[in-house]
């Protein structure tokens, strides 16, 4: 049994009448071509995914209850051990008067059913071992290609449920990445460049990462006081990501560091943040969320204060429909609410002058805390006069709070692009002096 | 419950014969059935879910490129097709040659399976002693995972091995908040079993967590610069995995893509430091018999009395570095190839004394967790943060600190280490790398290290 939406019916089909269910089917098949220095080839792979998972709810005496059960193994036994699993997750689980499943909604436009067909690899590999090359040969000072990849998703979604939700999208993304290692006398560095978009220009992906490398090669500099601090799109994506996942209904209602009411002042004046559910940069981008509400674009933050927050159909307030948010990282995943494509409004353009460019983050993934606030993190930057790279310094720590660095944003770039894996447009970003 | 992986033998020979019509050297199919079970207790809320999943993928390898492709359903012609989109990025010219693998079922070891039924019970329990620790505590999150795999390898050189591998993860996330500050606390030991152990009670985890996010509104900012630092028992296990253990996985060595590519043989550190990767340790949260290449497992010294020994390989990195592999092919589904992984990895208990070494820190930084960090494998530049700090003077805890971080390179800091204590104590994890998320364990006896940056919260 190979079709995702006859799969996902035939799991609903086995429910009873007195339960309520939805099943998330995924069909994904990923392509990935990895070269390294010179433009060798060094490995293609494909793998191909076909899985379900079944949110299955009953009404017991004290109210609603949920479980949640996902498998890949989609003959009869598979789907029925699965079925069978969730049914007694449900009964165990605890009432919640949250728990329900959402009503069909009208999209904006009607999914695009089918898994899309893939690009020949060819082209991929033409692609990564182009990069590679382009990657090895533009500075001597690169000592290594450590990865150029290309990386193909072709996915369909298909959700069904027992209240008539039934939308069914497919898609296809790409990402192409380059990480080198640049050297000098006085160590070694690590540059980075990658795009979702495998139209983009190789060759200037390659300038960057290599920019980025050498950037950071030579001796180590004194941080002067009182320079402005710009960060990099990779950094803008990681920070601000962390922003949007405090402006959830949740987080905000207690679970974050940010407390409403609506007209609260979260950031400077330069922060006007949206986030963009239907956009086509968006990685999950299709008319419908992980439990099939139509997306739409919310707008989270006008000029520094609060308007808008992000939710599901669970978390949303009585009476008010979801925003489009709930996500899952697959079918082994209850849906969860988090942004979809976070987008700054470009201010004005940052003046080319002396200040500190922060290349990459140390240290974010325990450093970047969205439940308290904290950030404590290396940045890892260089010195730019007018402009211009000019010298390395050492790893600066950054201890601060979300509340205090994005009250201190004073510019947002016209430069946003796609980041891979961050659901963001990200932009260079200046911070006004004293944050370091 | 766990299960023998649902496939047939006759389609796995077909499948490494039709890998290698393309060429290659060796052929290779992994095959797995994995069955968890998670729970959830969130402020008096329970959740459950169980997921099974099942998949196959055919590798072919060799000089020239590698190829993959893997499958979720198990049938002959998925695994043939497999097959043929593996083989295509061979050139063609050099069909490969196939021996049919062992006849018979693979050695899967048999073990419990995981079972639900104990979980509210042990959620509780955690929860419970998360809320006594004391008045401000605001949220508390238990979450239990248990994990039951096997695996079935088999290659075109005739070897035909599986495994079985169990695991146990019970996590305490607590938030507080006092004096108009919110703080957290976190605990999350795990292991290679299905049952609870002596040392990880769910009363001890929620304990340790409850404790741990109370302590920090009463913590100050730490003094910042270059200061002597011990790090307790378990404590520096996370900097030797993600500042030595990393940097010593062979891809990126091979590739001149690491801190110490060009190092092997050298000095690295006192004599007094040997870090091993050792996944055959008893009931380790990073355990197997065998990798997921089929290497039988056994314990790998990266860094022998200071000299840097030896790097983790799969099979594709020690064909390349010319040299015999180590058991460290690792894969988190098999959706994903193998790449170079640590298993349970460890800084050697020495013969200092714990309460000396901190004794005679006169005036330092004394360190119970780290909480993450992260390192430049290229540049050897670490940045980690503390879950869990405090000034020493004099030998004494003088007062929590808060918003702790270490700033150095990892030779640096193995070159730094004065001290090695006789009290290893090990800290449960799931390791990233390439997207693929593995688990670990990593160790470390007392350490007191010099040399490194310490810096610290303004607010």
Redesign the interface.
């Known amino acids: 049994m190979?079709d995702l939406a006859a799969t996902a019916e035939a799991l609903l089909a086995g429910c009873r009448g007195d339960e309520e269910a939805e099943v998330y089917g995924l069909h994904r098949v990923?392509t990935r071509v990895e070269t390294?220095?010179g433009g060798?080839?060094?490995?293609?792979?494909?793998?191909?995914?076909?899985?379900v998972g079944l949110r299955l709810v009953i009404d017991g005496a004290a109210g609603a209850r949920?479980?949640?059960?996902?498998?890949?193994?989609?003959g009869d036994d598979?789907l029925g051990?699965?079925l069978t699993?969730?049914r007694?997750?449900a009964v165990?689980?605890?009432p919640?008067p949250a728990d329900r499943l959402p009503e069909p909604r009208r999209l904006p436009s009607p999914g695009v059913p089918g898994l899309p067909t893939g690009t020949d690899?060819d082209a991929g590999v033409r692609t990564a071992v182009e990069l590679a090359r382009a990657g090895g040969s533009l500075d001597p000072r690169v000592?290594?290609v450590?990865l150029a990849s290309w990386r193909e998703e072709c996915s369909e979604v298909s959700i069904v449920s027992t209240r008539g939700v039934r939308v069914r999208h497919g898609r296809r993304t790409v990402e192409i990445e380059l990480a080198v290692?640049g050297e000098g006398a006085d160590?070694?560095?690590?540059g980075y460049a990658g795009r979702c978009d495998d139209a983009d220009d190789v060759a200037a992906l390659a300038a960057e990462a290599v920019a980025g490398a050498v950037a950071?090669l030579g001796p180590r500099r004194e941080l002067p006081p009182g320079l402005p601090v710009l960060l990099s799109p990779d950094v803008t994506a990681t920070l601000l990501t962390a922003l949007g996942r405090t402006l959830t209904g949740p987080a905000l209602d207690?679970?974050g560091?940010f407390r409403g009411p609506l007209g609260t002042s979260l950031a400077s004046e330069a922060v006007t943040l949206d986030d963009d559910g239907p956009s086509p940069l968006a990685a999950p981008a299709g008319p419908f969320d992980d439990e099939g509400q139509p997306r739409q674009v919310t707008r989270l933050l006008d000029r520094g204060r609060l308007v808008g927050a992000l939710h599901t159909s669970a978390t949303a307030p009585p009476g008010t429909p979801s925003t489009g948010s709930a996500r899952r990282g697959s079918h082994?995943s209850?849906p969860g609410v988090g942004p979809t494509l976070l987008r700054l409004t470009p201010t004005v353009e940052l003046p080319a002058a002396a200040a500190v460019l922060v290349h990459?983050?140390?240290?974010?993934?325990?450093?970047i805390?969205p439940?308290?606030?904290?950030v404590?993190?290396?940045l890892?930057a260089c010195l730019l006069d007018d402009g211009v790279p000019a010298g390395r310094l050492p790893?600066l720590?950054l201890?601060?709070?979300f509340g205090?660095l994005w009250s201190r944003v004073v510019a947002v770039s016209e430069n946003g692009r796609a980041v891979p894996g961050f659901p963001v447009v990200a932009p260079t970003v200046m911070i006004r002096p004293g944050l370091l | 419950m766990t299960a023998a992986v649902?496939i047939d033998l006759d389609d796995v020979a077909a499948a490494l014969a039709a890998a290698l019509r393309r060429g290659g050297a060796w052929s290779e199919v992994f095959a797995e059935h994995r069955t968890s079970a998670t729970s959830r207790l969130q402020d008096?809320?329970?959740?459950?879910?169980?997921?099974?999943?099942?998949?196959a993928?055919v590798r072919v390898g060799g000089a020239?490129?590698?190829?993959?492709?893997?499958?979720?359903?198990l049938d002959r012609d998925s695994l043939l097709a497999?097959a043929g989109?593996?083989a295509?990025?061979r050139d063609g010219r050099r069909p490969g040659a196939v021996l049919r693998p062992g006849a018979g079922s693979p050695p899967v070891p048999a073990e419990g399976g995981v079972d639900?039924a104990l979980h509210?019970e042990w959620l509780g329990r955690c929860a419970d002693a998360a809320r006594s620790a004391g008045p401000g505590i605001?949220?508390v999150i238990v979450t239990i995972v248990q994990v039951a795999q096997s695996v079935l390898v088999a290659t075109s050189e005739g070897r035909l091995t599986g495994d079985t591998r169990v695991r146990t993860r019970i996590t305490c996330r607590v938030?507080a908040r006092r004096s108009g500050r919110?703080?957290?606390g976190f605990e999350g030991p795990g292991w290679g079993d299905l049952t609870l152990p002596g040392h990880a009670t769910p009363e001890a985890v929620g304990a340790a967590a409850g404790h741990r996010a109370l302590r920090v509104p009463d913590a100050a900012?730490p003094p910042?610069g270059v200061l002597p630092v011990v790090l307790g028992p378990g404590g520096g296990g996370l900097l030797v995995h993600e500042a030595c253990g990393h940097g010593l996985e062979a891809d990126?060595v091979a590739?001149?893509?690491s801190?110490y590519s060009r190092t092997e043989g050298r000095r690295l550190a006192s004599p007094r430091v040997t870090v091993v990767d050792d996944p055959t340790l008893l009931q380790g949260f990073g355990s197997y018999r065998v990798d997921d290449e089929g290497t039988p497992a056994q314990p790998t010294v990266l860094i022998d009395d200071g000299v840097q020994v030896a790097a983790l390989t799969d099979r594709s990195a020690a064909e390349q570095l010319s040299r015999a592999g180590t058991p460290n092919g690792r894969r988190e589904s098999?959706?994903?190839?193998p790449l170079c992984r640590m298993s349970n990895t460890a800084l050697r208990a020495g013969t200092d004394d714990p309460a000396a070494v901190l004794a005679d820190l006169r005036r330092g930084v004394y360190l119970t967790r780290?909480?993450?960090?992260?390192?430049?494998?290229?540049?050897g530049?670490?940045?980690?943060?503390a879950?869990e700090a405090f000034l020493v003077e004099h030998g004494e805890l003088t007062r929590p600190l808060t918003?702790?971080?270490l700033?150095g390179t990892g030779p640096a800091a193995l070159a730094g280490i004065t001290a090695v204590g006789d009290d290893l104590a090990w800290t449960a994890a799931l390791c990233g790398n390439d997207g693929q998320w593995v688990p670990v364990s990593y160790g470390s006896p007392t350490l007191r290290i010099e040399g490194l940056?310490i810096?610290?919260?303004?607010?």
Request: glycine share 14%.
């Open positions: 190979r990923v390294s220095t060798e080839l060094r490995q293609v792979s494909r793998a191909e995914t076909l899985g949920t479980g949640y059960a996902s498998t890949t193994d989609l598979g051990t699965a699993a969730a007694a997750a165990t689980a605890s919640d690899v000592r290594t450590d290692v160590g070694s560095a690590t950071l207690g679970a560091p082994r209850l990459q983050l140390s240290g974010e993934g325990a450093g805390r439940v308290t606030g904290r404590d993190v290396g890892v790893i720590p201890s601060t709070t205090e | 649902p008096g809320r329970l959740e459950l879910r169980g997921d099974r999943d099942v998949g993928a020239g490129p590698r190829g993959s492709a893997s499958t979720t359903v497999a989109a593996a295509a990025v639900v509210p605001r949220s938030t919110t703080s957290t900012p910042a990126g590739r001149g893509a801190v098999a959706a994903t190839p780290l909480s993450g960090g992260e390192v430049d494998v290229a540049s530049e670490f940045a980690f943060t879950s918003g702790v971080t700033l940056t810096t610290g919260s303004r607010s």
